[in-house]
């Protein structure tokens, strides 16, 4: 499945944002996906995933109850809702896809949208 991320931008601390990332090809609904986000000299961080029917999901402690994975089968589409956004989260961000949802394994990436809190 092919991937395109968008939706990044500049935001203040405390405000909102919201990442889509649109599928290409009649599978989508078959697998999970996640966001990751990535900073220069770090590894790639996991943020959150979602199952192919939306109803599991699982999120990084550090963004819990702050963001808010969700999906849209009909549409191809998966987003990220991001509340109360911190300098901290200031990150490339990266859509991927999975087969499985217990287990990730994923092979497919979007090309990442970069999203940027200032203080």
């Known amino acids: 499945v092919q991937l395109q991320a968008s939706g990044g931008g500049l935001v203040q601390a405390g405000g909102s944002l919201r990442l889509s990332c649109a599928a290409s090809g009649r599978t989508f609904s078959s697998y999970a996906m996640g966001w990751f986000r990535q900073t220069p000299g770090k590894e790639r961080e996991f943020v959150a995933r979602?199952?192919?029917?939306?109803?599991?999901?699982y999120y990084a402690d550090s963004v819990k109850g702050r963001f808010t994975i969700s999906r849209d089968n009909a549409k191809n589409t998966v987003y990220l809702q991001m509340n109360s956004l911190k300098p901290e989260d200031t990150a490339v961000y990266y859509c991927?896809?999975?087969?499985?949802?217990?287990?990730?394994?994923?092979?497919?990436w979007g090309q990442g949208t970069q999203v940027t809190v200032s203080s």
């Open positions: 991927a896809a999975s087969r499985f949802f217990e287990r990730p394994v994923y092979t497919d």
């Open positions: 979602i199952s192919w029917s939306g109803g599991s999901t």
